[in-house]
């Protein structure tokens, strides 16, 4: 591993041996109401533990990558930053003992006690998802465990002490990860050009899905421990989770960010109505950060299609179309548009990073933002991103297209939160 020295590069190969521990949506829930310092406590060990483990598989993976991806310039940067957070983690200072034992004997162990959490069950993109190659030996290891409770008794000050330093350093990892995804962008935009290709090949395509997915989890990890630390009192919150996230209230504000940001870029005085027919009270456990940015994405697809098909200075458009249906398993987002379709040789396109019919921007380096904030229209990393973010609680995103008419895509978004992360 260039670039490190020996001993650093030693602890991740070791590191990057152990298996990930996936937490559900529902698992995190349950934990989380009115945790005790104690509770964050054992929350915290687990980070303490879990991170560095899904942190050194992202190194390993990211300096084994073919074809002298491995070496671009904004790939390298991106594997420093993991390694720096890496390294910040490992020498993060562990629990004392007498911190240690008093949080020991006050965690719940009889069954009598013990809140249940629900058990949660594999996540279905896991199937679907190639695994990165590895020929490294599992060693056994204790298991780990996101949920353990505590009970709300006098523990020492250094508890909260700890906590709050904790809680620091994830702070300084997260700001540090921001611009991870429009880094590696330019770091596949480097290789492109490097390989002078437009596309780029499946072995790559898998591994930024993996990536990213790993980084969703990381990134939901890191927040939620972040905002149970912060000890809100919203009773919808738990976290950064909202228990009641009313799919009206969300879709709506994403409508009204979407049509904003396309009568901005096209200078319409006349933009594209969006018609929404969703029940006023559906809601449901959820991030509604997530779920704003997935139906965001699709409006703006949307929106974009139909202003480009009838041009930016029709009188009228066909309305966009956003129905909302409740299941017993899942709930379901449909947005449907009349801007023309996709061919049927490009709907496989249409998920692969780097694939897009608009002008590709430049972005600085230096650029540092999160993938929310970031400008990625024209980096054609929408659709994929968006598909992964309904993917790591266990839903779903596809696409129906009639060429010559318009689009539906179906946002599926798994109600049960019974999901493990899909960790890979």
């Not at 491995?70 to 200072?93: A, C, G, T």
């Not at 505590?150 to 702070?171: A, D, G, Q, W």
């Not at 995804?181 to 090949?201: S, W």
């Not at 499946?202 to 149970?228: K, N, P, W």
Request: charged content about 25%; proline content about 6%.
């Amino acid at each position: 591993m260039p670039g490190i020295c020996k001993e650093l590069a030693t602890k991740i190969a070791h590191f990057a041996r152990f298996p990930q521990t996936g937490v559900s949506l529902r698992q995190m829930v349950e934990f989380g109401q009115n945790p005790s310092q104690g509770t964050l406590l054992r929350a915290a060990q687990f980070l303490h533990d879990e991170l560095p483990i899904r942190l050194a598989h992202r190194v390993v993976e990211l300096d084994s990558l073919p074809d002298n991806l491995n070496q671009m310039p904004s790939v390298l940067r991106v594997k420093r930053m993991y390694i720096d957070s890496f390294n910040e983690l490992i020498n993060f200072p562990r629990v004392s003992d007498r911190i240690k034992d008093a949080v020991k004997g006050a965690t719940v162990h009889g069954n009598a006690e013990r809140r249940h959490l629900p058990e949660s069950n594999t996540n279905p993109a896991v199937s679907d998802m190639p695994r990165a190659a590895s020929s490294h030996w599992i060693p056994p290891i204790q298991h780990r465990s996101y949920h353990y409770e505590v009970k709300p008794t006098e523990l020492p000050v250094e508890v909260t002490e700890y906590n709050r330093s904790f809680v620091k350093s994830l702070e300084r990892i997260k700001r540090r990860h921001d611009p991870v995804v429009t880094t590696l962008a330019h770091g596949v935009v480097e290789y492109k050009q490097l390989q002078k290709t437009n596309r780029i090949d499946a072995s790559v395509q898998h591994f930024l899905d993996r990536f990213y997915l790993s980084r969703i989890g990381i990134r939901m990890l890191i927040g939620q421990q972040i905002e149970l630390n912060q000890q809100r009192r919203d009773p919808n919150y738990v976290g950064v989770i909202c228990t009641n996230t009313n799919v009206a209230e969300i879709v709506q504000e994403a409508i009204d960010n979407a049509r904003y940001i396309c009568g901005d870029y096209y200078v319409l005085m006349n933009t594209p109505a969006i018609e929404l027919h969703c029940p006023k009270d559906l809601a449901f456990m959820y991030v509604p950060s997530h779920l704003h940015h997935m139906v965001f994405e699709l409006l703006k697809n949307s929106l974009r299609a139909v202003v480009e098909l009838y041009g930016d200075e029709a009188e009228k458009y066909p309305p966009i179309k956003v129905v909302v249906a409740e299941g017993n398993e899942d709930i379901t987002i449909k947005v449907s548009d009349e801007g023309g379709g996709i061919p049927r040789s490009a709907m496989e396109q249409v998920w692969t990073y780097m694939y897009t019919t608009a002008q590709t921007p430049m972005l600085d380096p230096e650029f540092n933002q999160s993938d929310f904030k970031a400008p990625l229209a024209g980096f054609g990393y929408g659709l994929p991103l968006s598909r992964l973010y309904a993917r790591y609680f266990g839903g779903d995103l596809k696409l129906i297209s009639m060429e010559g008419y318009g689009t539906d895509a179906y946002l599926h978004l798994s109600r049960l939160s019974d999901n493990e992360e899909p960790l890979a």
